[in-house]
């Protein structure tokens, strides 16, 4: 199976920044697709920011020019950069990554998602 873990997140000053990491794990053959979403207390989850395997980027509009995901094929991470934090910006942050893996003598594809890691912007 594979698995993904974030960190980097905390409690920052509005205005002030933090960069999320995600890391993959397991049988992992190909990562296709990788993605950020948070989700705020009593709100659905909503997508930040995408990024394919060609490192070609999508930002939702409440983000864009403040956010910027990268990745990092061989070491199958991905990194979210806020910079200009605001409190609406709180929320616990979940890493996404569509991934082939390995299961025995099979090949496997899946949407995995991360436990999350909590954002929180002070005004």
């Known amino acids: 199976q594979v698995q993904l873990v974030e960190s980097g997140g905390g409690l920052v000053q509005s205005g002030g920044s933090l960069r999320l990491s995600c890391a993959a794990s397991?049988?992992?053959?190909?990562?296709?697709?990788m993605g950020w979403y948070r989700q705020a207390p009593g709100k659905e989850r909503e997508l930040v920011a995408t990024i394919d395997s060609g490192s070609s980027s999508k930002y939702a509009d409440s983000v864009k020019g403040r956010f910027s995901i990268s990745r990092d094929n061989a070491k199958f991470m991905v990194y979210l950069e806020m910079n200009n934090l605001k409190p609406e910006d709180t929320a616990v942050y979940h890493c996404n990554a569509d991934i082939t893996y390995r299961g025995g003598v099979y090949q496997y594809r899946l949407t995995v998602w991360g436990q999350g890691t909590q954002v929180t912007v002070s005004s």
């Open positions: 397991g049988s992992i053959v190909a990562i296709h697709d």
